[in-house]
T-cell receptor
């Protein structure tokens, strides 16, 4: 069974440029999560989807970050414009769906460097 | 606000010894607690989940305890091996509470 797929794996951009990350969850998983992880820290939840609906986006900086999961399958996270402080690893995870205590399956992450 | 504390210092132990990692949480009452392992450059991988009514959970060389009175979980790796070297993250969770990961404890097992 294929795991969570993320692309790109690495991205280097200059500040003020836009950037987008893509995630394809495990087939059949209704819940999708986007996290940001800074060096030496645990993952920080940005947004959680149940199918197409964003059920928790309280930690998403909405002035510059946006996300979508139009058909309830794959998802895109966008930053526009990027700032130096956005340099981090962006992780996508999925779970079968239903409750927050479920086991999450993580992708390898996208490492973003903003110069 | 909800807060999770894990040993911030790296834990260095000798191969064959038991590693014990601590997770303390404050300002909430999770019904579950999960432990994940993360290797450099990779996403976290689920290891164990323990429920609030379970005092202890085991899986092969891993053992997790959950003390809801102390608001603490202990994660043990017995007969540790260099391949166990990684960062271990705890995630108290439950229902639709906000998911918060601890910062993790880095474990280094030396031959």
């Amino acid at each position: 069974e294929a795991g969570v797929v993320q692309s790109p794996r690495y991205k280097i951009i200059e500040k003020k440029q836009p950037v987008a990350f893509w995630c394809n969850p495990i087939s059949g998983h209704n819940t999708l999560y986007w996290y940001r992880q800074n060096l030496g820290q645990g993952p920080e939840l940005l947004i959680r989807y149940e199918n197409e609906e964003a059920v928790d986006d309280s930690q998403l900086p909405k002035d510059r970050f946006s996300a979508e999961r139009l058909k309830g399958v794959d998802s895109t996270l966008k930053i526009q414009p990027a700032e130096l402080g956005d340099s981090a690893v962006y992780l996508c995870a999925s779970s079968p769906g239903g409750t927050a205590q479920e086991t999450q399956y993580f992708g390898p992450g996208t490492r973003l460097l903003v110069l | 606000s909800q807060k999770i504390e894990q040993n911030s210092e790296a834990l260095n132990i000798q191969e064959g010894k038991t590693a014990t990692l601590t997770c303390n949480y404050t300002n909430y009452s999770p019904a579950y607690l999960q432990w994940y392992r993360q290797d450099p450059g990779r996403g976290p991988v689920f290891l164990l989940l323990i429920r609030e009514n379970e005092k202890e959970k085991r899986k092969e060389r891993l053992k997790v305890t959950f003390d809801t009175t102390l608001k603490q979980s202990l994660f043990h790796i017995t007969a540790s091996q260099p391949a166990d070297s990684a960062t271990y993250l705890c995630v108290p969770s439950g229902g639709y509470n906000k998911l918060i990961f601890g910062a993790g404890t880095r474990l280094a097992v030396h031959p």
